[in-house]
Structure formats: C-alpha cells, structure tokens
C-alpha cells in the first residue's frame, strides 16, 4: 500500500490539461502536493484511515485557474472607494457619488472608478457635474478602462492645473471649448498630474483589497493571478495614474511574508519612458528581492500605447472619426528598442501593453532589436490586450517566441462595439479586433486573463465561454459574432486559463496542470463542461477551490 494521501478525489471527471489534454477518474492529494492522477481503481491504494475522501459523482475536477493579467491591488473595498462600475448615465453616477460622500464624510479624498467613455462625448466627463455634488474635498475617478481620470475642480486646483497648463507628452488634459479650462477628463500621462498629488492608499488598506480579490478569485476558481501594475513606494512620474497604488508591492510583500496569501501572486513593476535604461538596476534588484514562493516579481511591465475607447491607442491608419489623427506612443521607438534590450539582457520579463495596431508593431520591432543584440533565450515577454492587430504582424508573434495575453471577456459584440469602436475604428477595422484563434494558429501561447477590475465580473467560466463563442450571453444573431474565424475550442480556452497562464509566468512546474508532482491547486465544478451547451459554460457553479491542497473556497452545499 502507498503512503496515505490527505486528500482523494474519486468518481470524477478529471481534465489535466496535461500535454496529451489526458483525462482521469480521481486524484491524491498529500502535503499540498499532487501525488496520485488515474483511475478509481488505482486510487484505493492511498486511501488510509484518516484519508478525506471527497466523491465527485460525476463532477469535474479542473487545474486551478490562472488570471494572467489582473489589478489585484486595485479590488474594491467599497468602503473607501467608490464604485461606478455597471452604472449607465451621469445621473446614476452622480448618485452614486452623493450616497457614497453621504456614508463617507470622512474621507479626505474620494477616489473611484468604472466610469463609461462611452456615456460621454469624445472630450470626456465634466468637473462641475462632480461639483454640483462634491467641492469640499478632491474627487478623483479612474474610467473603467483605466486609462482616464475624471477630476472635480478641488482635485484640479490641489494639483495646480490651469489653462496654461500644457499636455504632457503622450498624455491629454481635455479642455473645456467654451472657457479654455480644464474640463475634467485627464488621459494617460494626463492623469499623473491629478492622481501623484493625491495621498497614495496605505499598505494597510492596499492589504485589504488583496483580501477582497483573493476571496472572490477562490469564489471562481482562480488560484493564481498576475498584477501587472506594481510601483515602488517612492515612484514618481509617469505612473498612467495609478500614483495612489504606490504601496502595493509592500502589501504584496507583507501578506506573504505573514502566510496571509490564499492565492500565488505573480507581478511586473511599471517601468517610466523618463527613466530609461537608469531604471533597470533597481527593477532587477527588486525582482532578485521578492522571491517568496506566493509573492515574486519577475520583470517590468511596459506601456507602449493607450486604449482605443480614450483615443490614446496607437493606429496605423488614422481614427474614423478623428482623421488627422492615428494616437501616440507613450515612448520614442529607439528608446523603448534600448530599454528593452537592457531589460532582456538582465533577463528580466517584459510585460507589454500594446492596444493599437502600430502599438503592437512598435513592441515587436522593440522585442526583436532585443533579440538581436542579446541572442535568442527563453524569455516569455508577453504583449496584453491586442486589441487592433495588423494581420501582417500575427506571424511575428510566433516568430518571436511572444506569449499573447488576451482578455476574451471582450471578444464581443453589443453596446461597446456598436456606439464606441465601430464609431472610432470604423466597421471594417472594428469587424477584426481581438485576433485570438488567428495567434494561435501561428504557435503563439495564449494566457487568458480578465485586467479586472477593468472586467467585472471577471470568473474564468465566463472568459472561456466568451472565448469560445464570441458574442453576448443570450445572443442569437450570427451577425453579433465578433470575428467567427477567431473562435477558439473549449480545450483551447481551458488551457489559455490554465497551464498556458503557468507557461506565462514561468510556473509550470508547479502548477496549471493536474499531474503527480504539483501543487494540487485544484477546482470542483459541478457539471462536465464538455457534456454541456458551451452557451452555458459561464452558468456553471464552481462548488470548491484548492490552493496547495488547502480548501481555500467550498460551496455550502457541496
């Protein structure tokens, strides 16, 4: 008889998300490792006498999941920030901040996010409609892309912008027509003047949004995510206004060093177009530092470009409705080529957002010069969003060994697409947005990941079924597939959420698949995803979640 396993798995479907996608009746658990993966026969060997025995009866049993792209430290403790996620119009957004300032006169600053570009015209949201509501103390609201701060004029003023105040490169503070004024809306390296003189969320209170994100990601099954948004405490300057998440390596440090982690983090720290290559010390020195096994820090995390919604992505062909105007870079070409190389050579991971297609060209030729000044390596520099592609450039993913971080959440279309994208890319450009299938076909590893809060609700299920249908929950018209060539299979999806999001962040060893030898980071859903409509995947109740064989989430009735 074997030793003993602490935990075993029976009368169930196993899908490993091995090599061979292999499938299995039951598992073994023992010292947070896997240690047992076949039949129910072969099972009975590591069952003893104080052995858990958990009967699946036909359940599925899965890898945990991997969101490979999410803004843990930005969770919602709604407590101290203000949600304006789901809301449709600036009424219920003004609402919302006069309920929230109501339950919350204490607050110095009020800090939120979710905003819709798409409610707004082209210029962006207004400081009076938040002064109508708030003028004793700053108002600063991330847009739910993330990319744009809508600002009340007490924020204004505490950063000292006026109307001779000029944009800084790569960054637009819109102005009010009618007075020359700072309207309110500040986009990319706009938003740094408002949010880096605004006081940064303590570690404490950073701590307590991990605790949020990381109850909810076991609620859906997630056992590892990547924060790609890191600062160093002391950061300054182009920060894409995230100034006030300046504490959250620290938060992440803490928590793991305390044993308070319930899921593996993984990260990439915000390198600055400013700093240049002078910053590739420290961001080496400080991934050297963070190496806990729940907390490491693997290289930098790179903006090449806005996003489309802001008019701050980077386009080969002008803006539909703007045509004198393609965006822009947020580096010189031959300084990200530079920066890219150093990072390379001290064999630091790149984590890339590129949003447009000459965003997405500029980080490939930057990633090739890397390649040819340092030589060919296993390097998993990794390019997110893809939102506008080139279809000249597809191959060159492949070519370059680049991992594709897509977010399938967004692979639709419906109010979005129809009102914003088809407006600012124009039908046909629009029609091809989000390759994903397209990727794939070329040999280029998919990590699936969600860039919440970005997405919320953001539970992998959703993403995989999205993925695999590219249309809404309930759509019916074969004309609201976004791009059906680019569809990908149920198989194809799971491993983008699994061992594809471990392969990213250089842990497949320890996860991502079930087999003998890795952490059990385990999900139990209650259904065989592959028995069920794939308009029902997202329906699906993940029932309980293992990290490191420890139960991290379980359903009341399972």
Known sequence: MKKPADLVFRNGVVYTADPHRSRAQAVAVSGGKIIFVGSNSGITEYIGPDTEILDLNSK????????????????????????????????????????????????EVIYGSGWDNKVFPPSGPRKEDLDTIVTDCPVSLHSNDGHSIWANTRAIERAGVTRDTPSPEGGAIEIDAQTGEPGGTFRENAADLIQNVLPPYTVEQLMDNIRIFAAEA???????????????????????????????????????????????????????????VTQVPRLAQACAEHQHPHFQIAGAKVFVDGVVEGVTAYLLDPYAHRPDFRGWPLWEPRALEVVFAALDRK???IHIHATGDAGVRMAL????????????????????????????????????DVVGVPQPFWHVKGEYFHELEVKYLGRERAEKEYPMKSLLDVGVTLAAASDYPVQIPSPPLLGIQLGVTR??????????????????????????????????????????????????????????LFKQPVTEIADTKVLMTLFEGRVVYRDSKF
């Not at 899965?62 to 009424?91: C, Q, V």
């Not at 090739?368 to 597809?394: E, F, K, M």
């Open 471 to 528: 249309c809404e929950p309930g759509e019916t018209d074969p004309n609201e597939v976004l791009g059906p060539g680019e569809r990908m299979t149920l198989e194809d999806m799971l491993a983008a959420f699994t061992i594809n999001g471990a392969y990213a962040n250089f842990i497949e060893d320890k996860t991502g698949s079930i087999e003998v030898g890795k952490d059990a980071d385990l999900v139990v859903l209650e259904k065989d």
């Open 60 to 107: 599925m049993l899965l890898p945990g999941f991997i969101d490979s792209h999410a803004h843990a430290s930005g969770a919602f403790d709604e407590k101290k920030m203000l949600s304006l996620h789901g809301l449709e119009s600036l009424e219920e957004y003004q609402t919302a901040l006069k309920d929230f300032r109501a339950q919350h006169s204490e607050l």
């Open 347 to 349: 064999q630091l991971q």
């Open 218 to 276: 076991a609620r859906v099954g997630i056992t590892t995510v990547h924060d790609p948004m890191l600062l160093f405490p002391d950061a300054d300057g182009l920060l894409l206004g995230f100034g006030p998440m300046r504490n959250n390596m620290l938060a992440y440090a803490q928590m793991a060093n305390k044993g308070e982690l319930t899921l593996r983090v993984r990260g990439t720290i915000l390198a600055e177009p400013a700093a240049g």
């Open 365 to 400: 030729d930057a990633l090739a010069y890397a390649r040819q000044q340092n030589g060919q390596r296993d390097s998993r520099h990794l390019i997110t969003h893809l939102h506008v592609v080139d279809a000249a450039d597809i191959e060159r993913f492949g070519q370059l």
